[in-house]
């Protein structure tokens, strides 16, 4: 079993920048694909962004935020970020972590295994 805590979220103007983190206690972290996610009020969770457990060879990301967002895992510290560049008001959300046991790392909330409490990321124009 994975604890998954979010930080790192805030008020930033259109065109700026944060970065989020997410710190995993349990063991064998880099057994598990991880992911960011994100709802806004009045709308349906949607993806943001994946990587592949292990080394994390492999990522993957939402078109909205294809060259803006980058998903990154430190294995050493039980850690993935998500450094997010030119926000956009539409940006503004609660963003999850989630981890999936063995996964691919999808796409799908439904995949994953355990899930973040959020942290809000409001983007003002």
């Known amino acids: 079993q994975v604890q998954l805590v979010e930080s790192g979220g805030g008020l930033v103007q259109a065109g700026g920048s944060l970065r989020l983190s997410c710190a995993a206690s349990?063991?064998?972290?880099?057994?598990?694909?991880m992911g960011w996610f994100r709802q806004a009020p009045g709308k349906e969770r949607e993806f943001v962004a994946a990587?592949?457990?292990?080394?994390?060879?492999?990522?993957h990301y939402a078109d909205s935020v294809k060259g803006r967002f980058t998903i990154s895992r430190d294995n050493t510290k039980n850690s993935v970020h998500l450094q997010m560049n030119s926000l956009k008001p539409d940006d503004t959300a609660i963003y999850y972590c989630?981890?999936?046991?063995w996964g691919p790392g999808t796409a799908l909330p439904e995949d994953y295994d355990y899930w973040g409490q959020g942290t809000q990321v409001t983007v003002s124009s």
């Open positions: 990587v592949t457990l292990r080394t994390g060879s492999s990522k």
């Open positions: 989630a981890a999936d046991l």
């Open positions: 349990g063991r064998s972290f880099d057994n598990y694909a």
